[in-house]
């Protein structure tokens, strides 16, 4: 696509629930990163895929969150038994070199109640 | 560690002004990249402009400009004939071999009609 399309736009989900969600990177981008944004902060890394393996997962901040690129395109932010601290926007960006900086999604606004 | 810093929770200029945005960062590398991204409403993290560590001469986009001080490890952005469109956050952002973005916590603009 023409540009980083991330779904859903908004979610909204109960404490304990477990949420997916989307990102839909530049066609041709080899490489795709995930951040979190708290609110008034600068995005925080979470984890960065090379084609389909996680190349550095170091940001992920438990293992309640998990990331797959299973075809080396779409990815899935998956975050289980969800807390009230994980509301935040999650970025997804992507990029063929780094020289270049990242194309960015609009995010998710991820909140939890 | 990698660390940047944005002094400048927030500024407000009058439109048609020109404003300078700090930013400081630290790095043990000697080959990286500085970028300036913004981030208006829609949350979608704009490219402002890039700057290659090893050129010397201050890239320029426009409107845009930096102040790239590589001995001192400064990196400001220069807003020339500021325009209600330029408000939103700006936020300054490092990379080097780990390919991952690292960005500072976020200045605040607000160009005032």
């Known amino acids: 696509g023409a540009g980083v399309s991330q779904t859903p736009s908004n979610k909204v989900t109960e404490k304990g629930k477990y949420v997916e969600l989307r990102c839909d990177p530049i066609s041709g981008h080899t490489a795709l990163y995930w951040y979190r944004q708290s609110l008034g902060q600068g995005p925080e890394f979470l984890i960065y895929?090379?084609?389909?393996?996680?190349?550095?997962d170091s940001g992920l901040p438990n293992d309640r969150f998990f990331a797959v690129r299973p075809e080396g395109s779409v990815s899935t932010l998956k975050i289980q038994r969800t807390e009230r601290g994980d509301s935040a926007v999650y970025l997804c960006?992507?990029?063929?070199?780094?020289?270049?900086?990242?194309?960015f999604g609009s995010g998710t606004r991820l909140t939890v109640v | 560690a990698q660390t940047v810093t944005q002094s400048q929770p927030e500024m407000s200029v009058q439109e048609a002004e020109t404003v300078t945005l700090s930013c400081t960062y630290d790095t043990s590398e000697n080959n990286y990249y500085l970028f300036w991204y913004k981030q208006p409403p829609s949350r979608q993290m704009i490219l402002v402009i890039r700057?290659?560590?090893?050129?010397?001469q201050n890239a320029t986009e426009n409107r845009f400009s930096v102040n790239f001080q590589k001995a001192a490890k400064s990196f400001s952005l220069k807003i020339s004939d500021s325009q209600l469109g330029d408000t939103a956050m700006y936020f300054c952002?490092?990379?080097?071999?780990?390919?991952?973005?690292?960005f500072g916590q976020g200045t605040r603009l607000t160009i005032n009609p």
């Open positions: 700057q290659e560590a090893y050129k010397q």
């Open positions: 895929f090379q084609g389909t393996g996680a190349a550095d």
């Open positions: 952002a490092l990379i080097w071999g780990a390919q991952k973005l690292v």
């Open positions: 960006a992507s990029s063929v070199s780094r020289e270049d900086g990242y194309t």
